[in-house]
């Protein structure tokens, strides 16, 4: 019984000691200042990003798990739409470039031939 006791004691303090460390890791400079009423200044930009591309990848995952196609046909019509995003795309760059040319003159803009 005493043995059963002092397994339990050493989980129970390794468990404790876990979770301190991980306390005392997580700590930032901002938790140490926030009570001084001081805090540093940052920009949330890279976490922004980050969510974005974690919520794009879930987003498609969730589109794929219920997708009403067959993998093909789902790929098929990724296909046609990237092609389709890419044509109104050249359109865009080619409507631009013909409204901002007469602004710059000829000499600045390379004339390219499209077809």
């Known amino acids: 019984?005493?043995?059963?006791?002092?397994?339990?004691l050493s989980m129970g303090a390794a468990?404790?000691?876990?979770?301190?460390?991980?306390?005392v890791s997580d700590l930032e400079?901002?938790?140490?200042?926030?009570?001084?009423?001081?805090s540093r200044r940052r920009t949330h930009?890279?976490?922004d990003i980050a969510l974005l591309g974690a919520g794009m990848v879930v987003g498609?995952?969730?589109a794929?798990?219920?997708?009403?196609?067959?993998?093909?046909?789902?790929r098929q019509r990724i296909a046609r739409k990237a092609d389709e995003l890419s044509d109104?795309?050249?359109?865009?760059?080619?409507d631009l470039r013909d409204e901002v040319r007469p602004r710059l003159g000829?000499?600045?803009v390379s004339e390219s031939h499209h077809s």
């Open 15 to 23: 468990i404790a000691g876990t979770k301190l460390v991980r306390a």
């Open 64 to 74: 794929l798990i219920f997708a009403p196609m067959s993998g093909s046909e789902t």
């Open 106 to 108: 000829n000499s600045h």
């Open 88 to 94: 109104a795309a050249a359109d865009k760059i080619r």
């Open 29 to 38: 400079v901002d938790d140490v200042l926030a009570p001084l009423g001081l």
């Open 45 to 47: 930009v890279v976490q």
């Open 60 to 62: 498609g995952a969730v």
């Open 1 to 8: 019984m005493q043995n059963f006791r002092n397994i339990i």
